[in-house]
């Protein structure tokens, strides 16, 4: 397999450094959406391609290059990996049990903390 470099623009290829947000529950490969961090820093999304669907109704200002391709993920991901990244941005910022509040607050109702150990918080932050 030869090499090809990435189109002017595109993102350069990283290796995947983890998964963001709990593993999907999926039995088989055949559907198993998610969202990982690369080496890089950057993200990638395992998801359905619909970019010949959505991509004539994106506003003027946005666009898809030869390159991109728009991925749907399902909402309950998205919001798994928005748990784990506010968390993260809160614990290196304030401080894990602070950022554990924060969440909750902003959450309140949905979740109890006393459930969000695959969140990988330390133990002292667990409510």
Not at 46 to 62: E, K, V, Y
Request: proline share 9%; hydrophobic share 45%.
């Amino acid at each position: 397999m030869s090499f090809t470099p990435p189109a002017a623009g595109a993102l350069p290829a990283s290796r995947i450094d983890r998964r963001v947000g709990p593993p999907p529950k999926c039995s088989t490969n055949v559907t198993c959406p998610a969202i990982f961090q690369l080496a890089d820093g950057n993200f990638a999304l395992i998801g359905t391609h619909h970019t010949d669907t959505l991509q004539p109704q994106l506003p003027p200002d946005a666009g898809v290059a030869d390159y991109e391709r728009i991925i749907v993920v399902p909402k309950a991901v998205m919001l798994g990996a928005t748990k784990v990244l506010v968390l993260a941005l809160a614990g290196t910022l304030m401080g894990s049990v602070v950022a554990a509040l924060l969440l909750a607050l902003t959450h309140a109702g949905q979740a109890s903390l006393s459930n969000w150990s695959h969140l990988g918080l330390p133990s002292k932050a667990r409510v």
